[in-house]
């Protein structure tokens, strides 16, 4: 089955420095993945996704996430943090059977 | 631009009693997913409908827990009856199969005292 790991639930960082969220991911078959944000009491909202075109990602609030097969990896980017950002993320995974599996999540705090 | 509903957003409740979850997933999506989120962790599948038919009802705990899409449109989910570690978020998401893209409702929070 397929699974994403995100490390580290809380990641602080400054207004106005990079963003960097990591996912590594597991699965038998090429896989498509995806990044969330949820903000306080709300579902979920896309950020972006991968679906075996280009290996960079360009999603929503301008966030990006690269494609390395090599490292399993879909890390999600972003070059200068917003207050706004403050939120938790979400990557996910899925091996085309449309079901996906989400890792435990990033809490983002930005700090002034 | 279209949304997929839920109601209510927050849900009370004392344990043993019953409660029910609404969804109206976005038009024309034939795929209705209902997940669990615990405080802290990432949504857990709970029972995935293509049309009116379950896909997938492997993490759904049936003794208490049943999910209907009778017209293949919304959906109702109930608890019933509900225990103290059934608090959590309940979400609702609806796809058309694309990708596996879901797009997501804004849940019903659900505390059971």
């Known amino acids: 089955a397929q699974s994403v790991t995100q490390l580290g639930s809380h990641v602080s960082v400054s207004e106005g420095a990079l963003v960097l969220l990591r996912c590594n991911y597991s699965s038998s078959v090429p896989p498509y993945l995806f990044w969330y944000v949820q903000y306080p009491n709300q579902g979920l909202q896309l950020l972006l996704k991968?679906?075996?075109?280009?290996?960079l990602v360009k999603g929503i609030n301008g966030f990006e996430a690269e494609f390395k097969k090599s490292e399993t990896s879909f890390h999600l980017t972003k070059p200068s943090a917003h207050m706004s950002d403050a939120a938790e993320y979400f990557c996910?995974?899925?091996?085309?059977?449309?079901?996906?599996?989400f890792g435990k999540g990033n809490q983002v705090v930005v700090i002034p | 631009e279209a949304e997929v509903a839920q109601s209510p957003r927050y849900k009370i409740t004392e344990k043993s009693q019953a409660v029910a979850f609404w969804c109206d997933p976005i038009s024309g999506h034939a795929t209705l997913y209902w997940y669990r989120q615990i405080l802290g962790q990432g949504p857990e599948l709970l029972v995935q409908f293509q049309d009116e038919s379950v896909v997938d009802d492997s993490q759904l705990p049936k003794d208490r827990f049943s999910a209907e899409r009778l017209k293949g449109v919304d959906s109702t989910l109930k608890i019933q009856p509900a225990e103290l570690g059934d608090s959590a978020m309940y979400l609702c998401a609806s796809g058309t199969g694309s990708y596996n893209e879901q797009f997501f409702g804004p849940g019903t929070r659900l505390t059971v005292l």
């Open positions: 996910a995974v899925s091996d085309r059977g449309n079901r996906l599996a």
């Open positions: 991968y679906t075996s075109a280009a290996t």
